[in-house]
């Protein structure tokens, strides 16, 4: 089912417009052209929403989060909305500070996002509105054993929201508050590089930005797209190849993706 | 032509200060460490005019442009121009946005640049004064059949500036007024990886800083060794290898690029 | 004597607050992963306190110095001195700047740092408190000929400052103001990719947080690691690769070490 969407993003080649972070925002560019969209960064208050109103998508990514963004990021949004172009959220350390967290439900009262994507502390931070995560990197985990919990949370916050929520972990949720797809994608080594997080916020920008009013579809191509290039970059570590290496086959993988390969490739049950 | 620029820059060493972007800074420190230049980044108000007269050279890029940072990138520029300083002018998006077109042109009114390098709209938008360009990846693009009207554009635009205008394209135009030299170096896969203009600009600022008195032909130097350099990365490209391997390919080759090679792989007409 | 610091590290996974500069920060923050630590970039003086109490060490580095992130530094080097987590600093071009000279010295006069890790340029700058630095590249290396007079400088400034001095060079030199370690791991191949030094004191901040109460050692440690890694790296060196590929060997090298071969790679003195 996922064929077509990756497909009319190599035909499409959507101008995202993202305001990332200083830590990742070269792999986030370089994962936009290598998936066949065309980024955009820019972050200044004063230019953005023009930015924005010449973009297909919108992604927002609250790493290395500054006051002077905010604003940025609430105009882009608002322009976004109207424009009716689709807009991705990725809370990226909500409930690391009272500033991400207080930021990222902000956003969520003046911005209504296509995808919301994040990790389990980050989502539930979101969806409870309490905090208590350790940082970026989420130590709690969806797994087997809390699945069906996890389920139960990112339909309700879907529901709520009215996004498409995108949980990433040992096993990737994405719900658009009825349908929840159960993906198992993806390779541990993944979370060895800095940003895959924040490339997968970026790629389902550009799958609904080639995609409109298919969100749950996108976000879902997405994450099995960069869960199955992750494991095709494992395939290919030689016996001195680390992260470092890996980094290089994951970008080259979604460089040559094809929609055969996605089809195939992608692992999803879909509840 | 070439080959004793390349290795004046080899032997030099030419310190060069760049205000760039947070996207591509990484990329382009590394490129200027690759070429033989040593590089330094700083764009602090409070400091930058003693960088810049450490420096060698100068080159001011627009991407992720701040307000905050427009007023060093003015006394860089100035102080660069009382020391003799070569300065390149990147101008990321102009026409994008009412702030780059509006930043580009002001310091085309209070910095005499040496080298101005970019893509066919934001050079056109800076010599008609007028914007459109989509986003900073331009759509329009130098062509055998626009041909003879880009080369009248950059020796105009060249001639009312005072710099060396370097229109990257499909093929590359550098003119400084009188004489154009129309490039054939270069691969279409250097357009997936994000920044490589970002590099060439500070290519040119390394080839300029280490060549005083020759703008022309070091521009086209640079040119030429970004464009061969891209070629010789895409005859390494593997079965498997997409934009991850060939961006760290690109960056071998400008470290081994050696004059000779340069002299030899450069492929240009002089009009 | 390292094996046991390596294993702790790897065992322990110590969350790593790093306050750094754009150009390097996505490096940083791989080996931050790839050494077994877990990196947070957060540089917004409103959350950074709450940031560094979350973690277990905290990198001060002040490469694309901005003013207003030196509160920043302040508070979260203050908050880590309370919370007893071990603070490096890293004064990236100290003496090429009156703005970095004088926000080191502020930073050691208000902080109490754990690991001091620059060049010679930049360490006598902080020793001496003054300048001369022609960049953040030092051109002055600690060399055979000045090894004495370096010792006596790392051993004075370390104990002057009650923080572990590691002074970067052809051979490098770490003190406690008592004893010195004389390191000559490394290959001069590491000055052609931007932020090794940086992702150095990345490392000496990870081994430090994974191995209290050992501030020497584990700066000792990071050293010989990086070193020998470089040294791993150079070693993978192909015909056609140069410092892409090199960039890359030695983010893998740093993802593969194991205590063995440090315990058996590192190559020092103890005087």
Redesign the interface.
């Known amino acids: 089912m996922f064929a077509p969407l990756l497909q009319n993003l190599r035909d499409r080649r959507p101008?995202v417009h993202a305001i990332t972070?200083?830590?990742?925002?070269?792999?986030c560019?370089?994962l936009l052209?290598?998936c066949g969209a065309?980024?955009?960064?820019?972050?200044?208050p004063?230019?953005v929403p023009?930015?924005t109103a010449?973009?297909a998508g919108l992604v927002l990514n609250l790493?290395?989060?500054?006051?002077t963004t905010i604003p940025a990021m609430v105009a882009c949004g608002k322009t976004a909305n109207q424009k009716g172009i689709p807009v991705v959220l990725d809370p990226v350390?909500a409930g690391?500070?009272?500033?991400?967290t207080a930021t990222a439900l902000r956003l969520l009262r003046e911005v209504r996002f296509t995808v919301i994507r994040g990790n389990l502390s980050e989502v539930e931070t979101l969806a409870r509105g309490q905090g208590g995560a350790?940082?970026?990197?989420s130590t709690q985990r969806v797994t087997a054993d809390n699945l069906d919990a996890c389920c139960a949370l990112v339909r309700d916050f879907a529901h709520r929201t009215g996004a498409v929520v995108a949980l990433s972990g040992a096993v990737d949720l994405v719900s658009d508050g009825q349908r929840v797809f159960i993906i198992r994608n993806g390779h541990p080594m993944m979370?060895?590089?800095?940003?895959t997080g924040c490339q997968l916020s970026c790629l389902a920008g550009a799958f609904a930005a080639a995609n409109p009013g298919q969100p749950l579809e996108a976000a879902a191509a997405a994450v099995c797209a960069m869960g199955l290039c992750g494991e095709m970059a494992h395939v290919?570590l030689g016996p001195?190849?680390?992260?470092?290496?890996y980094?290089?086959?994951?970008?080259?993988?979604?460089?040559?993706l094809t929609p055969d390969q996605l089809e195939k490739g992608a692992r999803y049950e879909l509840r």
Chains 1, 2, 3 share one sequence.
Do not use: F, K
């Open positions: 101008l972070n200083y830590v990742t925002a070269n792999d560019a370089n052209l290598a065309s980024p955009i960064m820019a972050d200044e004063d230019e023009e930015i010449h973009a790493g290395t989060l500054h006051r350390g690391a500070s009272q500033l991400r350790p940082g970026v990197d979370r060895l590089v800095t940003g290919r001195l190849d680390g992260s470092g290496s980094r290089t086959y994951l970008m080259d993988a979604i460089c040559r």
